[in-house]
């Protein structure tokens, strides 16, 4: 069966939402109640930012 590349892509997307977001929302919990969160910050470089030139260093 074949199926469209944008089928594929909401169907990854919409099990993301249902089922990660969940998670997500119980971790992001679980960091809020802690008095330090450490932070890795690694510099990428994002083609498209608003505001920014494609050179320029953004974090994750």
């Not at 960091?31 to 320029?56: F, M, N, W």
């Amino acid at each position: 069966m074949k199926l469209p590349r944008a089928t594929l892509a909401n169907w990854v997307i919409k099990c993301s939402i249902d089922y990660m977001e969940p998670v997500y929302e119980q971790l992001h919990q679980h960091l809020l109640e802690r008095d330090i969160i450490h932070a890795d910050e690694i510099p990428c470089q994002v083609l498209k930012e608003e505001g920014k030139t494609a050179q320029s260093k953004s974090y994750i």
